[in-house]
């Protein structure tokens, strides 16, 4: 079987769930037996949104190879358990570095170096590349933006060269539109759907089907009138209610057959239904959860949910893993103090210390760090969570009053977080970080050992700075134990407190790695010994 390409574009508004609604898709294929992957092609001129500040792109998600990637990726990694890479993740400004690049090395042989052919070509080259492996049965693209977007333009229109260059039945799109209630008038309105896929129309994209967000069932009337009016089959319209959980989002999606109907339009030859018994039992699982457990994550970025999504979701999965639900409380670190850290985080279960950049906000994440080592709540930190754990343990147990990070303060006479030795020659910021995913060892005999089950590991990272080793001996000596290392660099990845219920700072990122059917150990005994 040739690989199958499915485009997925987005009409009427921003933020519809493309990206729920691909993995969704995904999953019921892969659930039928076809190997599946899922790609991301972003609009916007950055190369990746590693630059981009949380409260512009929500979380910045990171794959094995060290992309630094859309979060969406990291829907489609948990919902189809399957790794991306940076080949999923495309964006306009890589598109036109690559070809400014080639236009600079001559490749272009003289030629006017325009968006069609040039611009287009590389995205179709990109759209296709995933294909080339012959590991995929079928690859999913969701192109991001809204229809009618001038950024969007050019994906348009590489999809549609594409869906006349491709063989006959391999390829096919589906397009997402709001469908509103107005209230006032009481009645569900298909008219912007209507204009969204005439635009998408006028460049020459016919979608196969469209799937309408609405909060309403559409019914057989509404149905047969988008089917009309939006040139598609009656039964290709397929409704999208909101949902509970966007974990329910595929048993919805193939409740109104959309599985079947993507097989039979492609001419895949597969009969199998969906085999979801994991996928549900998760489900059941979060359904019913018999205690609720609170957990406190200070952050920088709080009042975005989707900047700390990877981490929210992992809670997710272990609260279901653990049958409870777990309340996270989002709390901004700017706003701790030494005075009302008590007040804040009392009658917390457990303590998450948050990822982050840059000073501000650091001092409440110390003071938070204090209350839950000198409280005994349970106690991950990630990343800077695990570096601010260290600076307080400096401060408060080695009495090194003015301990810090160097992104804190550079002139610390104990700088127990520095700078890595490799960052100190880089000026350049896109890119550079220590990035991806490193084999790390676990001591054995150590709470991060039991947790893992296992003494190698691999988990992704995001970071600058490092715990000095120079020290490690002192923190040793004072109880902080370093009980997972990077076997070739000696960098110290995880640190733990012997004698506390749980107190774990790991300098790389559990959450992305965390899914329904494989919820993440670290998570899972963090909300373990939050219940207790
Ligand atoms: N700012 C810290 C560093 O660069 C932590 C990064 C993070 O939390 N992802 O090392």
């Given at each position: 079987?040739?690989?199958?390409?499915?485009?997925?574009?987005?009409?009427?508004?921003?933020?519809?769930?493309?990206?729920?609604?691909?993995?969704?898709?995904?999953?019921?294929?892969?659930?039928?037996?076809?190997?599946?992957?899922?790609?991301?092609?972003?609009?916007?001129?950055?190369?990746?949104?590693?630059?981009?500040?949380?409260?512009?792109?929500?979380?910045?998600?990171?794959?094995?190879?060290?992309?630094?990637?859309?979060?969406?990726?990291?829907?489609?990694?948990?919902?189809?358990?399957?790794?991306?890479?940076?080949a999923n993740n495309v964006t306009t400004g890589r598109i036109y570095y690559t070809v400014i690049n080639k236009e600079r090395e001559?490749?272009?042989?003289?030629?006017?170096?325009?968006?069609?052919?040039?611009?287009?070509?590389?995205?179709?080259?990109?759209?296709?590349?995933?294909?080339?492996?012959?590991?995929?049965?079928?690859?999913?693209?969701?192109?991001?933006?809204?229809?009618?977007?001038?950024?969007?333009?050019?994906?348009?229109?590489?999809?549609?060269?594409?869906?006349?260059?491709?063989?006959?039945?391999?390829?096919?799109?589906?397009?997402?539109?709001?469908?509103?209630?107005?209230?006032?008038?009481?009645?569900?309105?298909?008219?912007?759907?209507?204009?969204?896929?005439?635009?998408?129309?006028?460049?020459?994209?016919?979608?196969?089907?469209?799937?309408?967000?609405?909060?309403?069932?559409?019914?057989?009337?509404?149905?047969?009138?988008?089917?009309?009016?939006?040139?598609?089959?009656?039964?290709?319209?397929?409704?999208?209610?909101?949902?509970?959980?966007?974990?329910?989002?595929?048993?919805?999606?193939?409740?109104?057959?959309?599985?079947?109907?993507?097989?039979?339009?492609?001419?895949?030859?597969?009969?199998?239904?969906?085999?979801?018994?994991?996928?549900?039992?998760?489900?059941?699982?979060?359904?019913?959860?018999?205690?609720?457990?609170?957990?406190?994550?200070?952050?920088?970025?709080?009042?975005?949910?989707?900047?700390?999504?990877?981490?929210?979701?992992?809670?997710?999965?272990?609260?279901?893993?653990?049958?409870?639900?777990?309340?996270?409380?989002?709390?901004?670190?700017?706003?701790?103090?030494?005075?009302?850290?008590?007040?804040?985080?009392?009658?917390?279960?457990?303590?998450?210390?948050?990822?982050?950049?840059?000073?501000?906000?650091?001092?409440?994440?110390?003071?938070?760090?204090?209350?839950?080592?000198?409280?005994?709540?349970?106690?991950?930190?990630?990343?800077?969570?695990?570096?601010?754990?260290?600076?307080?343990?400096?401060?408060?147990?080695?009495?090194?009053?003015?301990?810090?990070?160097?992104?804190?303060?550079?002139?610390?006479?104990?700088?127990?977080?520095?700078?890595?030795?490799?960052?100190?020659?880089?000026?350049?910021?896109?890119?550079t970080m220590r990035l991806g995913a490193y084999t790390c060892k676990l001591k054995k005999d150590t709470l991060a050992y039991k947790i893992y089950g296992t003494e190698t590991i691999r988990e992704r990272h995001r970071h600058r700075?490092?715990?000095?080793?120079?020290?490690?001996?002192?923190?040793?000596?004072?109880?902080?134990?370093?009980?997972?290392?990077?076997?070739?660099?000696?960098?110290?990845?995880?640190?733990?407190?012997?004698?506390?219920?749980?107190?774990?700072?790991?300098?790389?990122?559990?959450?992305?790695?965390?899914?329904?059917?494989?919820?993440?150990?670290?998570?899972?005994?963090?909300?373990?010994?939050?219940?207790?």
């Amino acid at each position: 079987m040739n690989t199958k390409f499915i485009f997925i574009t987005g009409g009427v508004v921003s933020s519809l769930g493309k990206g729920i609604i691909a993995a969704s898709l995904g999953k019921l294929l892969q659930a039928r037996g076809l190997k599946v992957t899922i790609q991301k092609f972003d609009p916007y001129i950055n190369i990746d949104p590693g630059t981009l500040n949380p409260y512009e792109h929500g979380e910045c998600y990171v794959t094995d190879d060290g992309a630094e990637t859309d979060l969406d990726l990291g829907h489609y990694e948990r919902f189809l358990g399957v790794p991306t890479s940076q080949a999923n993740n495309v964006t306009t400004g890589r598109i036109y570095y690559t070809v400014i690049n080639k236009e600079r090395e001559g490749a272009y042989l003289g030629k006017t170096v325009q968006i069609v052919p040039h611009i287009t070509d590389e995205i179709k080259r990109r759209m296709l590349l995933l294909g080339q492996s012959g590991e995929y049965d079928v690859i999913i693209t969701e192109v991001g933006g809204t229809v009618g977007d001038m950024e969007s333009q050019p994906f348009i229109e590489a999809m549609r060269q594409l869906q006349w260059e491709l063989p006959e039945g391999d390829c096919m799109c589906i397009h997402l539109t709001l469908v509103p209630y107005l209230s006032a008038a009481k009645e569900i309105k298909t008219k912007p759907t209507q204009h969204s896929v005439q635009m998408l129309q006028h460049s020459g994209v016919m979608p196969d089907v469209i799937v309408c967000r609405t909060e309403h069932p559409l019914g057989p009337e509404l149905r047969r009138k988008i089917a009309l009016f939006c040139n598609v089959k009656p039964g290709h319209v397929i409704e999208s209610q909101d949902a509970w959980s966007i974990y329910q989002v595929p048993l919805n999606m193939h409740k109104e057959h959309l599985d079947e109907l993507v097989v039979r339009k492609l001419g895949i030859e597969n009969f199998n239904a969906p085999d979801l018994a994991r996928w549900t039992e998760f489900l059941d699982n979060l359904q019913k959860p018999s205690k609720t457990v609170n957990i406190a994550m200070v952050g920088k970025y709080v009042a975005l949910q989707d900047a700390y999504k990877s981490i929210l979701e992992s809670f997710v999965h272990a609260g279901a893993a653990c049958g409870c639900k777990v309340k996270v409380h989002s709390l901004l670190s700017d706003d701790i103090t030494a005075d009302n850290v008590t007040g804040k985080l009392s009658g917390m279960d457990g303590i998450l210390v948050a990822p982050g950049f840059g000073e501000r906000g650091l001092e409440g994440k110390i003071h938070a760090v204090h209350y839950a080592r000198e409280n005994n709540i349970p106690f991950l930190g990630i990343c800077l969570g695990m570096q601010m754990c260290v600076v307080e343990y400096a401060r408060n147990v080695l009495g090194w009053a003015d301990a810090s990070s160097t992104e804190l303060n550079s002139k610390t006479t104990h700088p127990v977080i520095d700078l890595m030795e490799e960052q100190k020659k880089t000026t350049v910021k896109g890119g550079t970080m220590r990035l991806g995913a490193y084999t790390c060892k676990l001591k054995k005999d150590t709470l991060a050992y039991k947790i893992y089950g296992t003494e190698t590991i691999r988990e992704r990272h995001r970071h600058r700075y490092e715990f000095n080793g120079k020290y490690a001996a002192d923190f040793e000596r004072a109880g902080l134990v370093a009980s997972g290392t990077n076997p070739d660099t000696g960098l110290v990845e995880v640190v733990e407190l012997p004698g506390h219920p749980f107190f774990v700072g790991v300098q790389f990122h559990p959450e992305y790695k965390s899914t329904p059917e494989h919820p993440h150990p670290l998570f899972k005994f963090f909300v373990q010994a939050a219940l207790k």
